[in-house]
């Protein structure tokens, strides 16, 4: 804090109260300018951040939580009463340790205001009428004293300054109180300064509304649809009567008449694109400097290496060049999640989609069209009505004839979800059938691909292993993948005597944790009702062997989450090594919106204070997939997963 008065800089906390990992925290100034409210992680327990308050004197932090929650966004409201802030301690946590919903939490500062918050309505009318009175004695006796030196007074009101803050310290976490109803994504809120009203930006649709809420009549409900991408900010004026929301909208909302009013407008400005390039350099050089995992940059000397590619700077006129060279300088660094990305319109405006059939085609055919092998399912030909089946010919798209070793790629161009004419031959000959279907985008029919290699897996190990294993493939090792994991295991594979859990092609996320415990469940005891066995303890965990399948396209957590596995002796892994990529990454938007960068901020150490990153994780069983036998359907490493797994339980089964 710097003290415009005195020109003195004081250091409030010291360094270990806020997330490294993200660069930053969320702090707020109290009206009396003497305390602050921030986010802290002092307790150990990243990225889990509680809220404090300390007053810039003392620097003493004397905290609002210790919830084990992710608890932010903190700021003063009821002109310094009370603490706003959001808390995933009630709503739906995701796995992979991010994502959740909230609500919005209050905490009193004083017991005075908790009491009062606390009263019934009835109670609280009386007491307000009490302070109305007293006000009024108060006032009387003041008015008395001002008409004594009117002039005096006036200069007294022109310096007057914020009431100081009290805070009652003995308490403080037993006076924090759920605002909201229900749980939902949040990204901003706030009280007004009477404590009547509650306003909070929340999204239970997709996009962000603004909901307004009676403290005393806590009944939600939508004040001003708003339709905002990503969420925003609510930011009160001075005298509170107007709130600024911010977001890819701005508004003003009228606090008194809930009137909004959209914010335009449009300034030039004239940019030197060289001197913006080499700014932006000196700030990757910095960042990565300060927040680099490990202080020593793994042995780079940064400023030599940065003073080298500084060369480069004149020759670069635009952004792409320039992301390219900032890449092949992180890449010096030799290390993971790091490197640069340009994302300008030019990149991102494509209109043109081409579209997809959703079939597979045999490719032995030489004719004229394109004969037909696969339908895969979910795509536009799996449906009740459709005369194609495997082995028709496909002759036709929109009227244009498909010769021999025709690409319908140009055909499908711009076709994505639009009404399509397809002409063609059944499988048994007959004369030629016409269908309108609507080509899907190519990456919808890639999500409908890899849920045909899933199910084939599934398949090719329940004939492996006689019905005797599972199979379960971890796609990202995020919520939506481990709840798919959680469903399989505990469900359609719960009667198996084991169960193959493959990772490969997995580009990671956070979910070594939820993996962990979910595979490491030892069974303790049996449900019976009247003699019959209805289930095993504990029913949330996987109590039974399992084995791990990998391979080289796995990283970063997708690295340290067989690392866990073999570390934990869960199981062996099978397949081929994975390179040490275990790190969390900041990744930070550069001046230039269309840029951005990478910083390895988080490091796994072991106790002997080696890292992950860097360090290859080997298989218990190394086997490579030949590309000879891959095209065949025969999936060798899925098949040494089996024989391996079916060994070991049938061993302990002798036992």
């Known amino acids: 804090v710097y003290d415009t008065e005195t020109k003195k800089t004081t250091q409030i906390t010291d360094g270990s109260t806020y997330a490294y990992r993200n660069g930053a925290f969320e702090y707020n100034w109290a009206p009396d300018s003497h305390w602050l409210v921030l986010e802290t992680l002092g307790n150990r327990h990243d990225p889990y951040s509680d809220i404090a308050i300390v007053n810039i004197a003392d620097r003493q932090l004397h905290y609002l939580t210790r919830s084990g929650y992710t608890d932010q966004q903190p700021r003063f409201v009821m002109n310094g009463e ?25 905490a009193f500062l004083t017991r005075d205001a908790y009491d009062k918050y606390m009263l019934s309505e009835e109670d609280y009318q009386l007491r307000k009428e009490l ?33 100081p803050l009290k805070v009652d310290i003995e308490g403080l976490q037993d006076r924090v109180v759920r605002l909201t109803p229900f749980s939902t994504s949040i990204s901003d809120a706030w009280v007004d300064n009477d404590g009547k009203k ?4 929340a999204a239970t649709d997709g996009d962000f509304d603004l909901w307004a809420l009676e403290l005393r009549d806590p009944e939600a409900k939508v004040d001003t649809r708003l339709g905002l991408k990503g ?33 335009t407008g449009s300034t030039p400005q004239t940019i030197d694109l060289a001197a913006e390039r080499e700014a932006m350099f000196d700030y990757v050089k910095l960042q990565e400097d300060k927040m680099f995992y490990t202080p020593t940059l793994h042995g780079v000397d940064w400023p030599a290496m940065t003073a080298n590619y500084r060369r480069f700077l004149p020759h670069i006129n635009n952004n792409y060049d320039f992301s390219e060279m900032l890449s092949e300088l992180l890449g010096e660094l030799n290390v993971s999640h790091t490197g640069s990305g340009y994302r300008g ?20 055919y030489t004719g004229n069209g394109l004969k037909v092998a696969e339908i895969i399912q979910r795509g536009p030909f799996d449906n009740a009505w459709t005369e194609l089946k495997p082995g028709a010919i496909i002759t036709y798209i929109n009227g244009t ?23 063609f031959t059944p499988a048994d000959g007959k004369a030629t059938v016409e269908e309108v279907i609507m080509p899907v985008p190519a990456a919808y029919e890639s999500n409908l691909l890899y849920d045909r290699w899933v199910k084939q897996r599934q398949a090719d190990v329940e ?15 995020d919520d939506a993948s481990f709840r798919k994991v959680y469903s399989d295991l505990l469900g359609r594979y719960n009667n198996c005597e084991g169960v193959i859990v493959d990772i490969r092609f997995n580009g990671g996320g956070r979910l070594h944790e939820d993996v962990e415990v979910l595979l490491s469940g030892e069974k303790y005891f049996t449900q019976v009702i009247r003699n019959v066995e209805i289930g095993d303890m504990p029913s949330r965990r996987w109590d039974k062997p399992s084995i791990m399948l990998m391979a080289e396209p796995c990283y970063s957590n997708a690295h340290g989450t067989p690392w866990v596995y073999k570390h934990k002796n869960i199981g062996q892994l099978v397949g081929m090594p994975v390179a040490g990529t275990m790190t969390s990454v900041n990744w930070l938007t550069l001046q230039d919106p269309s840029l951005y960068f990478g910083i390895p ?37 899925l098949k040494a997963a089996v024989d391996a797994l079916l060994r070991q339980i049938d061993q302990s089964k002798k036992k």
């Open 231 to 263: 969420g925003g900010a609510l930011i009160p004026t001075a005298d509170a009567k107007t709130l600024l929301i911010s977001g890819d909208k701005m508004k003003t909302y009228k606090v008194d008449s809930g009137k909004t009013k959209a914010v």
């Open 82 to 106: 009370a603490v706003l802030f959001l808390s995933e301690r009630y709503g739906m946590r995701n796995h992979a340790s991010w994502g959740t919903q909230e609500d919005v939490m209050i």
């Open 198 to 201: 509650l306003y909070y930006l």
């Open 401 to 423: 004839q498909l010769k021999a070793g025709a690409d319908i790629a140009s055909l499908l161009n711009n076709t994505a979800w639009k009404k399509t004419l397809i002409g």
């Open 131 to 163: 302070e109305k009175q007293k006000e009024k004695k108060a006032k009387e006796a003041d008015d008395k004293k001002a008409d004594k030196d009117k002039d005096k007074d006036k200069d007294k009101d022109k310096d007057k300054k914020a009431e």
């Open 601 to 637: 901020v988080v490091g796994y150490q072991l106790p002997d204070g080696s890292y992950l990153e860097n360090t290859q994780l080997e298989p218990d069983i190394k086997i490579a997939n030949d590309p000879a036998v891959i095209v065949t359907g025969e999936d060798q490493q």
């Open 463 to 477: 004939r492996l292993s006689g019905g005797r294993l599972g199979y379960v493939h971890i796609e990202s090792m």
């Open 345 to 364: 319109n030019e990149a991102n405006n494509v209109t043109d989609r081409t579209g997809s059939l959703g079939l597979i085609f045999d490719l032995t």
